[in-house]
């Protein structure tokens, strides 16, 4: 879940310093489209860290290997779908050999629910590495807490509405609240998403109490905004209320019965039958919801001991279905505890997400997409005072999570709609019966008219247009060879079969090697013809471990972590050749395997200088610079203030330092959103790759607006001009929250046509270049830098009320 108040909590929290102090006052303007001013290149950035190394992470969207690789299945057969290709219409799509992925969510799922508050013990053992005995004992280290106690429910404190008009609460935080919030009002959030295809329902328990305070499961002592114990959060609830259960008289038989209720679904196809509607073994979707706040809304009682709401895997026992998990009721793993008790059912929990007490509509929907296979579309450094981009209130998949209904009692309860591209990626614009599908498709170069109806879905018209764009070309940078000018490779993709082979004789052979394989699912071979059957020859690289039974025998896979190394192994009686194979699956592509230095029994046959006598399927020699070729395309929807985006007209603004936690709020500019959809990015995170990111939108008004002390005004308040249209936008006044004082955004004439020749995005202005701005925002995390493809989409006309625009997809 993105931090809510950026400006404010931080200084509470110690974090980064988010705006740099300052008046506004009139907007200093940056070269416009119209001005066609060269974009200045963007000045070297320091990166920010959205890793996970060393269990730290940034990023409240935490997927395990399963979810990354049903993931990057889904994204290649997606981009199939949109082009037309058959193979990817249905609601799963076959990707190979017992490779599938579901594309189209329907029905209802099931959601198991357990609302836990802590005790007052603190764990006084350590959690491994980089966590010694001690590290969960006291407040933590950064002051922004002293009480380690708890919490239980019902502690946090009513906000004064005199100088509070941003922090959701209520008296009773009761089971039946939480079970309104998932089986009415996000279960009709789902449905309308939907266009009525998809709902929930299932069971909240009765609050459970865990031994352990909050520190233990929230403390970030990895260093970053998730630890590793926080799953043990999932074990120890779950422990706590099989024993309750057990206690009331209950049989384990019958709790095993209600548990395997909530296992209707075989998510990841573990399988590999195609079939996603048959039980595993697993939970199919499972919540925690904590006493106490969130860290992510700058929870001022528990501090940085407060859970920041996240989507993880509770991997913290071996077995189970998926290998790794929580047999639910067990208490073993990470910091384990005889405090816990210990009844294993033999049903298993892995995928959960996590949710605070007071919690609004739009994180349980924010974090319930996650486990759905939604990404973040915020850029996730942002949570720890990083960069910052246009998706902003647009998505509840960024900003839109967390806006409210412009009234006194709150924001986060009134999110935005989901935009096009996920609900694409949910398959929510696929055909009803005999209507639709609900998308159009237009194609760079060829010229089509369009009718888009609002985003609201259950509309009879399209609700998105995507214009398909050629390939986008980007070098790819293999590195240098070991020795010499070229080196062989075994080029990169999906269903990739590649060989190089020579004549051989039986003995010795060794080679340098460099790769990145994906590990567990991809391989790399090493393998001799013996008297016509091609056989693995073992290596000191290779394995016979085969955990998703696609190791042919002897494979290598992983990485060398850009290292050269030696390969070697012993080629047998009777070998007439060998040969270097790579075979990948049909998803998630790595670089793959570099080969130089080929010897045989001491005698050098294979340095890719010259015709050494290899004979290539697929397998090239290359200088180490390439080229590789990605999906792109523009996403085109009609946002209007109709059903859940109604909250456009109240996006929010932190702007009164006496008064931090009171908000103004603003309206975004109806009309026809242009997002860029980029495949050669894997998310949002501006502030590594500036102007570049999965799907961002393309500001209509790309002017830059100023503080008087020339720091740009944030990057959600400037996005809300966004869209296309024939009406002038409205002009906005807010308020600095360095110092209070007013500004205004301008009003700016009409923007009907988008010319992806034109520049929408700039690296600089006349204050600095990305990098080097005075202030925390900069200039190259604002709109997207488009492809110059000699594409135009025109608003030609809309209906009385807007929910119907009518577009041209042209050639310039």
């Not at 046509?753 to 270049?769: E, L, N, Y």
Request: hydrophobic letters at 35%; aromatic letters at 10%.
């Amino acid at each position: 879940m993105e931090l809510v108040r950026q400006s404010l909590h931080s200084r509470r929290r110690g974090l980064i310093g988010l705006l740099a102090s300052g008046a506004l006052l009139a907007g200093a303007v940056a070269a416009s489209p119209a001005q066609a001013a060269p974009a200045a290149p963007a000045a070297p950035v320091v990166k920010n860290d959205t890793g996970q190394a060393g269990g730290r992470t940034h990023n409240d969207n935490l997927r395990s290997p399963l979810a990354v690789k049903q993931d990057a299945k889904r994204a290649k057969a997606l981009e199939k779908r949109v082009k037309g290709d058959k193979s990817a219409q249905g609601k799963v799509a076959k990707l190979g050999k017992g490779q599938y992925v579901e594309l189209e969510r329907e029905g209802t799922d099931r959601i198991f629910a357990v609302i836990v508050e802590f005790g007052d013990k603190q764990y006084t053992g350590g959690a491994g590495a980089g966590a010694p005995a001690g590290t969960f004992t006291g407040p933590p280290k950064d002051g922004s807490t002293t009480d380690v106690t708890g919490p239980l429910h019902n502690q946090i404190p009513a906000p004064d509405r005199t100088v509070d008009n941003s922090t959701l609460w209520q008296a009773d935080y009761s089971r039946a609240h939480y079970q309104d919030m998932y089986f009415n009002r996000m279960a009709k959030y789902y449905e309308t998403q939907s266009s009525g295809r998809y709902s929930v329902d299932g069971d909240v328990t009765e609050w459970v109490k865990v031994p352990f305070n909050e520190a233990l499961y929230g403390r970030n002592y990895c260093g970053g905004i998730v630890c590793a114990t926080s799953k043990a959060l999932v074990r120890d609830a779950l422990a706590v209320w099989v024993d309750a259960q057990l206690k009331s008289g209950k049989t384990m038989a019958e709790v095993t019965a209600y548990l395997k209720t909530f296992d209707i679904q075989d998510r990841y196809d573990i399988d590999g039958d195609g079939n996603f509607n048959e039980p595993d073994g697993v939970i199919d979707h499972f919540q925690i919801v904590h006493a106490g706040g969130d860290e992510a809304a700058g929870d001022p009682n528990q501090g940085t001991d407060a859970i920041w709401s996240h989507r993880w895997s509770a991997n913290l026992q071996s077995g189970g279905p998926y290998g790794v998990g929580v047999d639910i009721g067990s208490n073993g793993g990470l910091v384990s505890s005889s405090d816990v008790p210990n009844n294993p059912t033999g049903v298993w929990v892995y995928d959960y997400t996590v949710q605070p007490e007071n919690g609004g509509l739009g994180v349980f929907a924010h974090e319930f997409g996650h486990d759905l296979g939604l990404p973040d579309l915020y850029d996730t450094s942002g949570n720890t005072g990083g960069a910052e981009n246009n998706t902003a209130f647009w998505t509840l998949m960024s900003s839109g999570a967390n806006i409210g209904d412009g009234g006194p009692d709150g924001i986060g309860d009134a999110p935005t709609d989901l935009g096009a591209y996920e609900l694409f990626q949910l398959g929510w614009l696929q055909p009803q019966g005999k209507q639709g599908p609900f998308y159009d498709v237009a194609y760079a170069g060829k010229r089509s008219s369009h009718t888009i109806g609002s985003n609201v879905p259950a509309t009879k018209k399209a609700q998105a247009l995507f214009t398909v764009l050629p390939d986008k070309q980007v070098p790819l940078e293999l590195g240098a060879p070991f020795a010499g000018s070229k080196m062989y490779w075994s080029t990169q993709g999906d269903e990739l079969n590649t060989t190089m082979t020579h004549a051989a004789t039986p003995g010795a052979l060794s080679a340098k090697v460099n790769y990145q394989i994906e590990t567990g699912w991809d391989y790399a071979y090493l393998e001799a013809n013996v008297g016509g059957t091609w056989t693995p020859v073992a290596t000191n690289r290779s394995t016979t471990s085969n955990p998703n039974s696609q190791n042919q025998g002897q494979g290598i896979t992983g990485s060398t972590a850009g290292q050269w190394v030696d390969l070697t192994g012993t080629l047998p009686a009777g070998t007439t050749q060998v040969r270097f194979r790579y075979w990948t699956d049909v998803a998630e592509t790595q670089p793959g395997l570099r080969i130089d230095n080929v010897t045989l029994n001491g005698t050098l046959i294979g340095t890719a200088e010259s015709d050494e006598g290899w004979t290539f399927n697929g397998f090239v020699t290359t200088t180490g610079t390439e080229v590789q070729e990605f999906f792109n395309a523009y996403i085109a929807e009609n946002r209007q203030y109709d059903g859940y985006d109604a909250s456009l007209k109240t996006a929010y603004n932190f702007g009164f330092p006496t008064k931090q936690d009171w908000v103004e709020t603003y309206p975004y500019q109806n009309g026809l959103l242009i997002s860029y959809w980029d495949g050669s990015q894997t998310d949002n995170n501006v502030g590594d790759h500036p102007g570049k990111g999965l799907v961002l939108p393309v500001d209509a008004h790309p002017e830059f607006t100023h503080w008087s002390n020339g720091t740009l005004m944030r990057n959600r308040i400037l996005s809300y001009d966004s869209t296309f249209g024939l009406e002038r936008t409205d002009a906005i006044t807010l308020h600095n929250p360095a110092d209070g004082t007013t500004g205004t955004v301008a009003s700016k004439p009409a923007q009907p046509v988008f010319d992806d020749t034109k520049t929408w995005w700039f690296g600089s202005d006349q204050h600095g270049a990305t990098g080097s701005h005075p202030g925390r925002y900069q200039p190259g995390w604002y709109s997207v830098d488009v492809p110059k493809t000699g594409t135009t989409i025109r608003v030609v006309s809309s209906s009385m009320q807007g929910n119907s625009l009518n577009v041209l997809v042209a050639p310039k």
